[in-house]
């Protein structure tokens, strides 16, 4: 399935259709919408809250990126601190074991392990959007208790993990 920067209704109907069991865990649901500034990397979003954890799932077709950025309520927390990247998060969780479905952008990556990157993220997304969907919540899914119990402290570990 292809979707453009613009197809808000068609993005929302496959994350919807994958994702539905966040309504079930109490997170209100918002219509998918374009993005320009908020989550940058991103040209269509879609948005689930709760009291304690925002989810924004966002596809990027010229980064080919399909992402959940979250945002824990930790007014404890600077701001920036409060935002992490699902999958880079699970990733620093087990210690590596459990490995992105999307290849990740890493901090100093030269311009070939860009290259090579993008390459792997052609290849994963040419079948569509719908199997890395499915992967990407089930994967969520199987995660959503631990990381909505994350002490502050594996919160900021996870951000000194990443810097580095």
């Known amino acids: 399935m292809a979707v453009s920067l613009t197809d ?10 994958h994702f539905a069991f966040l309504e079930t865990r109490g997170f209100a649901v918002h219509e998918a919408r374009r993005v320009d500034a908020e989550m940058h990397d991103a040209g269509v979003a879609k948005r689930y809250e709760s009291p304690d954890l925002r989810l924004d799932i ?4 010229f980064e080919q990126s399909l992402s959940i950025l979250l945002k824990f309520d930790r007014p404890q927390l600077p701001g920036q601190l409060r ?9 620093f969780l087990s210690d590596g074991v459990d490995a992105p479905i999307v290849p990740q952008v890493r901090h100093r990556m030269d311009e070939t392990e860009l290259m090579r ?3 792997q993220r052609s290849f994963i997304f040419e079948s569509g959007l719908e199997p890395v969907a499915a992967r990407l919540a089930e994967k969520l899914d199987g995660q959503l208790r631990e990381i909505r119990s994350l002490a502050d402290e594996r919160i900021l570990a996870y951000h000194d993990w990443i810097a580095n």
Do not use: K
């Open 8 to 17: 808000c209704e068609e993005f929302d109907q496959l994350i919807s259709r």
């Open 83 to 91: 935002r992490a990247y699902f999958e880079p998060l699970v990733e």
């Open 58 to 61: 966002g596809w990027s077709a």
């Open 117 to 119: 990157l993008m390459e």
